[in-house]
């Protein structure tokens, strides 16, 4: 018996009172899917120093056994997206590959090309002036295709660290046109069933321009492509004052949300913890997702019930895979408070421009305690009540820790 028992029946009752189905909110709570990178378990991230974390993952194999970790503890993160080469498995054995993640009781989830790392790609990838590395480029991309293939994946996220770093550098124009005219190509070439999600960053590394540097440049490169090609909104890319939930709600109605890459946005990048600054925010970027798969209008619907869920986060001073379990919990509060939100109630209230009414509505909701809830579905899930706790608890970094000792590269497959 958990210690939250009292608390989760006075909860459920004062809930199901105020017209909710505790039931149908546990269930839904039970389908959640976040999926964690591989490169969140190594020693990676960050454009200055990246500590040396004691125990920190070297190869493939190892991250799948941390992200299987991080499943066991929280019940919703079956599902690990891997990068290549980072994760190139030797003699290109993907089936091999494929086979420890589900040994372990994860999967192999998006594909995630690398288009930035090498000496090559100093002048950009696909937006390169030079036709033989946008060919190298193109062909990584190709690669990846197949690779989608061979692990049974239906993402792939496209992540190009493209742009120009001084005015005059290059052709602003000519570089928007090469990547029209390489992307079809990708785009052609997915698996029957895979989606194409297209990654923008504001800056960085390049920072006169930035070739996708926004929603709506990835927006507008998917229209050219076709259904299968969706935006994927990464929390960490955007300027502090941006309001994402509303780019989340745009791309919804139009059917072109793809996905998520969770972290925060005060790093700028990918290495802070989601809602670890703002999860007010986290909730209201939810309450558009389950709203939209609440009602009733298409695409918005549909396409809220295809939505990638996925981590990019590199965690530098605070261990590895606590925070990563601690990320996925902040996805669970900020969902399970989103389906705590009377839509029908809302949308009265918002039809009668009652502002303050709208507003208390929703921030009443945000302030409730589910806490009780998430430790009675985990306690259904058969997963421990307070998995941060029986995480410590378990001794699996000791057991890393002594058997992987310190690493300071973030290594590769093995
Ligand atoms: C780039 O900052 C990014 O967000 C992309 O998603 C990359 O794939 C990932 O981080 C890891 O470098
Ligand atoms: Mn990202």
Request: proline share 5%; glycine share 8%.
């Amino acid at each position: 018996m958990s210690n939250y028992h009292p608390a989760y029946e006075i909860l459920a009752e004062s809930l199901e009172c105020q017209g909710i189905d505790v039931t149908a909110v546990k269930k839904a709570l039970k389908l959640q899917h976040i999926e964690t990178p591989s490169w969140g378990y190594a020693n990676s991230g960050t454009r200055f120093k990246a500590f040396a974390w004691p125990g920190a993952a070297t190869t493939t194999r190892q991250k799948m056994d941390d992200a299987a970790m991080v499943h066991k503890m929280t019940g919703i993160a079956p599902s690990v997206a891997i990068h290549i080469p980072w994760d190139r498995p030797e003699d290109d054995d993907y089936e091999g590959m494929c086979q420890y993640a589900e040994a372990q009781g994860v999967s192999v989830g998006a594909v995630n090309p690398n288009v930035f790392q090498d000496d090559e790609y100093r002048l950009g990838s696909l937006g390169n002036p030079d036709p033989a590395i946008r060919r190298r480029a193109l062909d990584h991309l190709l690669e990846c295709c197949q690779i989608m293939r061979k692990v049974k994946s239906d993402v792939l996220s496209l992540w190009f660290a493209d742009g120009t770093n001084f005015a005059g550098q290059d052709s602003l124009r000519g570089r928007k046109q090469r990547f029209e005219q390489t992307l079809p190509t990708v785009y052609e070439n997915l698996p029957p069933n895979g989606r194409m999600l297209i990654e923008y960053k504001f800056f960085e590394p390049t920072f006169y321009s930035t070739d996708l540097p926004d929603w709506g440049t990835s927006y507008a490169m998917c229209l050219k492509l076709g259904s299968q090609a969706q935006v994927l909104v990464d929390l960490g890319h955007h300027a502090q004052g941006v309001n994402i939930e509303h780019i989340v709600a745009f791309l919804l109605v139009e059917g072109r949300l793809g996905g998520f890459h969770f972290n925060n946005r005060k790093y700028a990048d990918d290495d802070l913890i989601v809602g670890s600054v703002n999860p007010y925010e986290l909730f209201l970027i939810y309450n558009e997702l389950t709203s939209a798969a609440q009602g009733a209008e298409e695409p918005a619907r549909s396409t809220s019930r295809n939505v990638a869920y996925m981590l990019d986060q590199c965690h530098n001073i605070e261990g590895k895979i606590a925070p990563i379990i601690y990320s996925v919990l902040n996805c669970q509060e900020a969902y399970a408070k989103s389906l705590l939100v009377p839509q029908d109630r809302l949308a009265a209230v918002q039809a009668k421009g009652n502002v303050l009414e709208a507003h208390r509505l929703i921030t009443d909701v945000y302030r409730t305690d589910v806490r009780p809830l998430l430790a009675q579905v985990r306690e259904e899930m058969g997963v421990p009540t307070d998995p941060i706790t029986a995480y410590w608890a378990s001794s699996y970094e000791e057991k890393i820790r002594s058997e992987r000792g310190l690493a300071t590269t973030s290594g590769g497959y093995q």
